[in-house]
T-cell receptor, first 114, second 114 residues
């Protein structure tokens, strides 16, 4: 059974701080890793994808992947109240041609306090 | 470009009834995946379709079925509804990024079974 684990939180950080969100996955052969942001009552929005070990930066977001430790993280710099949401970690669950099956963690709820 | 569209937005059904949910992927995307998200959990994979063929199926009972049409739109059907089928049903359109695939979600259909 392939699993993705996240701390459910809530994680509370002050405005302007760095928020650090973590995720571990069980299947060593996983190849694609994603972070989605989900506001209350809305659908998930893709904010980062990462496929190789190391860091990937996009604006205030940095995704970090360590395949040896089966660990993915998301850093949000200069956190804003508008970043308050649930962050979902997802890993591809199908290694065939279509890769249309994502396995999600339960999500970490982030609260950024003004 | 228009994103993923889903209809209806909300739906209330009674136990034992049947429901059909609809999805249109992003223009040019040929693959659609369906997910179920219950409150407090991450989305759970139901089906994936690519070029009208089923490419993956999650751990859901046979009451759940789907199909994809020549224009790549898709329907998810659920028969004999149970209270536990109450959830947000998400459709995702898959975009190929090199050798990897990214999924973009529609707004979802919130199904309530009474």
């Amino acid at each position: 059974q392939k699993e993705v684990e996240q701390n459910s939180g809530p994680l509370s950080v002050p405005e302007g701080a760095i928020a650090s969100l973590n995720c571990t996955y069980s299947d060593r052969v996983s190849q694609s890793f994603f972070w989605y942001r989900q506001y209350s009552g809305k659908s998930p929005e893709l904010i980062m994808s990462i496929y190789s070990n190391g860091d990937k930066e996009d604006g205030r977001f940095t995704a970090q992947l360590n395949k040896a430790s089966q660990y993915v993280s998301l850093l949000i710099r200069d956190s804003q109240p508008s970043d308050s949401a649930t962050y979902l970690c997802a890993v591809n669950g199908d290694y065939g041609g279509s890769q249309g099956n994502l396995i999600f963690g339960k999500g970490t709820k982030l609260s950024v306090k003004p | 470009d228009a994103g993923v569209t889903q209809s209806p937005t909300h739906l209330i059904k009674t136990r034992g009834q049947h429901v059909t949910l609809r999805c249109s992927p992003i223009s040019g995307h040929k693959s659609v995946s369906w997910y179920q998200q219950v409150l407090g959990q991450g989305p759970q994979f139901i089906f994936q379709y690519y070029e009208k063929e089923e490419r993956g199926r999650g751990n859901f009972p046979d009451r759940f079925s789907a199909r994809q049409f020549p224009n790549y739109s898709s329907e998810l059907n659920v028969n004999a509804l149970l209270l536990g089928d109450s959830a947000l049903y998400l459709c995702a359109s898959t975009y190929r990024q090199g050798t990897f695939y990214e999924q973009y979600f529609g707004p979802g259909t919130r199904l309530t079974v009474t």
